[in-house]
């Protein structure tokens, strides 16, 4: 009876080992090495005990991982200025019972197969579908899929043009497994030689894929002969809670001139703002060019610089007779409930020019609970409005069902905007660049979580797409960081978070379409058909055993 209390006490360190091990090699400041070992403490204690208890201490680890990893998410504020506690709870306690779930199915297969080979192929595969899933359902928090976990490495990983980050997500898998096995055979041969056989073998599936990396990484041919455009962005650094919904319209369009004054030149340019630059200043879709801040800055680049485009975020409305979007909501007019409009609000980005053509961008990937209340029906009569206390709004935003490319008048460049949280879904972003686009902007407001690990890690992730997309990027931040990525996923120059400043460089453009703009997450694809292969050979085996019986 000891010795099973002792037992079962040691294997919860192993579980709380597994957490600690995953929050060290996260970004920004963590070491990526990590988690090739991360995994090896909860692997060798599932190879020991039965569902509930597999349930529960993987919980354990995925809860410690969720928790120190996002702790930024806990700095999030209600619109009344209180911390919201639930911004950070929500996300950490559902994302680990997800990932506690698969990992629970993936143990009851492998004893249901008796094959440990079996076992292993449907935990890579059905873990590579739960972070598509992550990417695509309304409660998408990608955040933590394991291929990001290397965006402060980004030399180990060049070959993402070809996997995104799905193919780090194997390589993190293949490699723990491949160790836990040797250790497993080791406890049950005591052959040394075969242990450090199997050791290095593993070992050498990290520094394979690195020298891969270094091979492409080295091999890249920059080529600075190629078409570029002169790009300016905009940091004006205001506090989204107490500043940034209170200054007036007069003042941050002189805030903004005064920073374009710095560099803005008669060159054809672009010029980038952050999301939302005039929060509270919603524009109709349908009179846009009307709009006087549209016409102010149309009137100073028709004075300061003709041929530049200015490329910032707004909210945009639009106003329907009849409820055509699950979105939009009711308006009455000149107080009579009989007169009534519906209506849908945007965060979106927007291209001003000297014309009165005005090119917008609708965010399409919305925070949940932020930006949009998932599964709606389900959870509104349960939870209300709770989930749309915090982060600045307090209602559901529309969205865009499909990519906008702007194109520079004068240039002839074709340009992915891209919002935010949109920056952190791969296949999404990519299909920008299947519509030709051949360099990325990202605008945001990272300025929700203070000085912590939220604005670092959102941007280290831009990386990713750089890498993926071989595109440059112009990241303008509110509050920072704003930066220029090149198609390697280095970060060329920066203003640090909490300055105010802008930043100037030249961006070459690039129409080539990688592997992975061509194919996207092709490895969930593989992993779907894989694991319906094996559910499929399981159900026939039970089948058949069942027939024997009788």
Avoid at 177 to 199: A, D, H, Q, W
Wanted: aromatic share 16%; charged share 20%; hydrophobic share 40%.
């Amino acid at each position: 009876m000891r010795y099973e209390i002792l037992r079962k006490i040691q294997f919860f360190l192993y579980s709380v080992c597994s957490g600690i091990l995953l929050s060290l090699g996260w970004p920004t400041n963590g070491n990526p090495m990590y988690l090739f070992i991360a995994f090896i403490p909860l692997l060798y204690v599932e190879n020991h005990l039965k569902n509930f208890y597999i349930f529960f201490l993987s919980f354990v680890t995925f809860l410690i991982w969720n928790a120190i990893s996002t702790w930024w998410l806990s700095y999030s504020k209600r619109i009344n200025g209180t911390f919201a506690v639930e911004a950070y709870l929500i996300p950490v306690l559902l994302n680990s019972f997800f990932m506690s779930i698969v990992f629970t199915f993936y143990s009851w297969i492998k004893k249901h197969a008796g094959s440990k080979k079996i076992g292993n192929v449907f935990l890579v595969c059905l873990w590579i579908s739960f972070e598509k899933m992550h990417l695509e359902w309304e409660i998408s928090w990608p955040w933590l899929n394991l291929g990001n976990g290397f965006s402060n490495q980004i030399d180990w990983i060049q070959w993402y043009e070809y996997t995104g980050t799905l193919g780090g997500s194997v390589w993190i898998w293949t490699v723990n497994i491949g160790l836990t096995e040797s250790i497993l055979k080791y406890e049950k041969n005591k052959n040394i030689l075969f242990l450090y056989k199997r050791i290095f073998f593993n070992i050498g599936k990290i520094f394979l894929m690195i020298f891969i990396s270094h091979l492409i990484y080295t091999r890249y041919e920059d080529k600075k002969y190629r078409k570029s455009v002169d790009t300016l962005i905009l940091q004006p650094n205001i506090d989204p809670y107490y500043q940034k919904y209170h200054i007036s319209k007069k003042k941050l369009i002189l805030k903004f001139k005064k920073l374009m004054d710095q560099k803005i030149s008669k060159k054809s340019m672009i010029i980038l703002a952050p999301e939302t630059t005039f929060p509270g200043n919603k524009m109709p879709i349908k009179k846009i060019s009307n709009n006087q801040i549209i016409s102010v800055f149309r009137d100073y680049l028709q004075k300061k610089s003709p041929n530049t485009v200015f490329i910032t975020g707004v909210e945009l409305f639009s106003l329907y007779k009849e409820k055509i979007s699950p979105t939009s909501f009711p308006i009455y007019l000149e107080n009579s409930k009989k007169n009534i409009q519906w209506l849908d609000i945007f965060n979106s980005v927007i291209q001003i020019g000297i014309n009165e053509n005005i090119e917008y961008h609708h965010k399409s990937k919305l925070v949940p609970a932020v930006e949009t209340f998932p599964y709606k029906k389900i959870f509104y009569p349960i939870l209300g409005n709770i989930l749309l206390n915090f982060g600045g709004t307090v209602m559901e935003l529309g969205k865009e069902n499909h990519t906008s490319v702007f194109k520079h008048p004068h240039l002839g460049v074709r340009i992915a905007p891209i919002i935010c949280y949109e920056s952190v879904f791969g296949e999404y972003v990519s299909n920008f660049f299947k519509k030709n686009a051949e360099l990325m902007v990202i605008i945001t407001n990272d300025g929700w979580w203070g000085s912590s690990q939220g604005h670092k890690q959102h941007m280290y992730y831009a990386r990713l797409r750089a890498i993926e997309n071989r595109k440059y990027i112009a990241r303008s931040a509110n509050t920072g960081i704003s930066c220029f990525i090149n198609e390697k996923g280095e970060i060329i120059s920066h203003i640090p978070y909490g300055k105010e400043g802008v930043l100037y460089d030249r961006i070459y453009l690039n129409d080539k379409k990688t592997f992975y703009i061509k194919y996207g997450d092709f490895i969930s694809e593989i992993s779907l058909a894989t694991i319906i292969i094996i559910l499929l050979y399981l159900a026939c085996v039970s089948i058949y055993r069942y027939m024997l019986k009788l």
